[in-house]
C-alpha cells in the first residue's frame, strides 16, 4: 500500500515568519492530496488540497506545491499568526482510499 | 448546519464487550469513512463506504466491522474489543467523489481496560 512519510513532527516559528511541512509518498497512482488541520479537541478539517494534474495551488497566506517525479508534496504558510498554531496532517488518495502523514505539531509564537 | 455527528464522545468499556460506535451525516454524502488516530501514527483508515451497501476494507481493518445501509449512516462495531482498539476515532464524509472535500466528525475516544 501507499506510504506518506511527514516532517517535521514539530516546528516552531514566530509570528509573521513562514512555516513549511514536507510529505512524500510512495505509490505514483496517488493522485489527491489534501491538507488539514486539527485544533485540540476536534476533528480535522480540510485548509487546502491538490491534484495529480496541478503543480501548485494558492489560497490566501496557504499554498500548496506537488512535485510528482520526486513524489513530494509541500503545506507553505506565510504570515504565519498565532491561530495557526495546530497540529497537521497531510494525506495522499490512491484507490478509494487515504493514507495520512504522522503530523507536524506547529507552534506560532506572538 | 451540515455536519457528522458521533455517538458517544467518550466511552471506556472491558475487554470482549460488544460495542457500537455511530456515525451520521446530514450532507447527503455519498463517501464515509472510518478512521483511528493514535500518537505518532497519524490517521489511519479502518473502512470506507462508496454508497450504500457499498463497504470496503482501509488500511487496518481488522477487529473492526462497519455497515452501510442507509446513506446518512456508517455505524462502527467491534465485535470483541481489545487494549490494543483504544484510540482515538474520526468518522467523516464526502460529496460525489471520494476527492471531495471531506468533513470529519467530533471524535469519540475509546479505552478498552
Known amino acids: 500500500g501507499e506510504n506518506v512519510e511527514q516532517h517535521p513532527s514539530t516546528l516552531s516559528v514566530q509570528e509573521g515568519d513562514s512555516a513549511v511541512i514536507k510529505c512524500t509518498y510512495s505509490?505514483?497512482?496517488?493522485?489527491?492530496f489534501p491538507w488539514y488541520k486539527q485544533e485540540l479537541g476536534k476533528g480535522p478539517q480540510l485548509i487546502i488540497d491538490?491534484?495529480?494534474?496541478?503543480g501548485e495551488k494558492k489560497d490566501q497566506r496557504i499554498a500548496v506545491t506537488l512535485n510528482k517525479t520526486a513524489k513530494h508534496f509541500s503545506l507553505h504558510i506565510t504570515e504565519t499568526q498565532p491561530e495557526d498554531s495546530a497540529v497537521y496532517f497531510c494525506?495522499?488518495?490512491?484507490?478509494?482510499?487515504?493514507?495520512f502523514g504522522s503530523g507536524t505539531k506547529l507552534n506560532v509564537k506572538p | 448546519e451540515a455536519q457528522v455527528t458521533q455517538n458517544p464522545r467518550y466511552l471506556i468499556t472491558v475487554t470482549g464487550k460488544k460495542l457500537t460506535v455511530t456515525c451520521s451525516q446530514n450532507?447527503?454524502?455519498?463517501?464515509m469513512s472510518w478512521y483511528r488516530q493514535d500518537p505518532g501514527l497519524g490517521l489511519r483508515q479502518i473502512y470506507y463506504?462508496?454508497?450504500?451497501?457499498?463497504?470496503d476494507k482501509g488500511d487496518v481493518p481488522e477487529g473492526y466491522k462497519v455497515s452501510r445501509k442507509e446513506k446518512r449512516n456508517f455505524p462502527l462495531i467491534l465485535e470483541s474489543p481489545s487494549p490494543n482498539q483504544t484510540s482515538l476515532y474520526f468518522c467523516?464524509?464526502?460529496?460525489?467523489?471520494?476527492?471531495?472535500?471531506?468533513?470529519f466528525g467530533p471524535g469519540t475516544r475509546l479505552t478498552v481496560l
Open positions: 467523516a464524509s464526502s460529496g460525489q467523489g471520494t476527492t471531495d472535500t471531506q468533513y
Open positions: 505509490d505514483s497512482a496517488s493522485n489527491y
Open positions: 491538490i491534484r495529480s494534474n496541478v
Open positions: 494525506a495522499a488518495h490512491n484507490f478509494n482510499k487515504f493514507y
Open positions: 450532507m447527503n454524502h455519498e463517501y
Open positions: 463506504s462508496m454508497n450504500v451497501e457499498v463497504t
